[in-house]
């Protein structure tokens, strides 16, 4: 490959940076997991991920990206992603949702989503938020230095099919980044192999990494509302995503819950 794309190489102080936009990530994910249940409206997620953002004195990366108008994307069952909350939008017993939240700390960013089960959700639900978390786990582990941003998504693929209980659709068409000045740069990070392809990995980068996983096919369309991804079937998805540096000693996850 000739036509590489220019990477973005952190230093400590913008790295440390990158940990405390992190920190406010996991803070507003920690507290709309926790506030999530029956009966709560996906408006009322937004606002208390805005609270957060905004008394840690941060920003957030979402408000107004290519004119999206919430803090945080929630995604209800067959949305898998980039889904706009909203007062109307009431969060059911049995529902798996998935949350995504960036936040901008002096110019460094940091991106994170979580699934959460609403009240007790469907064995399978469980089970598929399960795995996509490990898959995002496992993704983690494989983003060492000497290793290359295709080892990654082998990965996470590999989880997917390295089981057989479950039917696992990984989406193609939206993929992980490389993060820092700005929530989206190069380089891609595809959850899916073959290994081996794109940049080594080096001390200083830093990417998001984050499978997303239907329960049926991996089709996907876009909703008239231009945002929200939807499962073409209608089937149940799971999204789980940490932004990590890469280190000499291993990956740091800087969206960290608490
Ligand atoms: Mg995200
Ligand atoms: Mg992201």
């Known amino acids: 490959m000739f036509n590489r794309p220019k990477i973005e190489i952190k230093n400590p102080e913008q790295i440390s940076k990158m940990h405390r936009a992190g920190r406010v990530v996991g803070k507003a994910l920690a507290a709309v997991e926790a506030a999530a249940q029956p009966g709560v409206s996906s408006g009322e997620l937004d606002d208390i991920a805005k609270d957060v953002i905004f008394s840690n004195n941060a920003t957030p990366s979402f408000l107004g990206y290519h004119g999206f108008p919430a803090h945080i994307c929630v995604s209800i069952n067959h949305e898998v992603v980039h889904g706009i909350p909203a007062r109307d939008r009431i969060l059911q017993q049995g529902?798996?949702?998935?949350?995504?939240?960036?936040?901008?700390?002096?110019?460094?960013?940091?991106?994170?989503?979580?699934?959460?089960e609403i009240g007790t959700v469907k064995p399978e639900l469980k089970k598929l938020?399960?795995?996509?978390?490990?898959?995002?786990?496992?993704?983690?582990?494989?983003?060492?230095?000497?290793?290359?941003?295709s080892d990654i998504g082998q990965a996470i693929e590999?989880?997917?099919?390295?089981?057989?209980?479950l039917d696992i659709g990984i989406v193609q068409e939206y993929v992980g980044h490389g993060i820092g000045s700005q929530m989206h740069m190069a380089p891609s990070v595809p959850n899916?192999?073959?290994?081996?392809?794109?940049?080594?990995?080096?001390?200083?980068?830093?990417?998001?990494?984050?499978?997303?996983?239907?329960?049926?096919?991996?089709?996907?369309?876009?909703?008239?509302?231009?945002?929200?991804?939807?499962?073409?079937?209608?089937?149940?998805?799971?999204?789980?995503?940490?932004?990590?540096?890469?280190?000499?000693?291993?990956?740091e996850i800087t969206t960290v819950r608490e």
């Open 95 to 116: 529902d798996l949702v998935s949350v995504d939240c960036g936040a901008i700390v002096e110019g460094w960013h940091g991106d994170a989503a979580i699934t959460i």
């Open 129 to 149: 938020s399960a795995l996509t978390h490990q898959a995002l786990m496992a993704g983690i582990a494989a983003a060492q230095v000497g290793n290359r941003i």
């Open 158 to 165: 590999n989880v997917a099919r390295s089981q057989t209980e």
């Open 192 to 251: 899916y192999g073959p290994p081996g392809n794109g940049v080594k990995l080096v001390e200083g980068m830093a990417i998001a990494i984050e499978p997303m996983f239907i329960l049926g096919s991996p089709k996907v369309h876009i909703l008239e509302d231009e945002w929200t991804v939807v499962s073409s079937e209608g089937a149940i998805a799971s999204h789980w995503e940490n932004t990590i540096v890469i280190t000499k000693s291993g990956p």
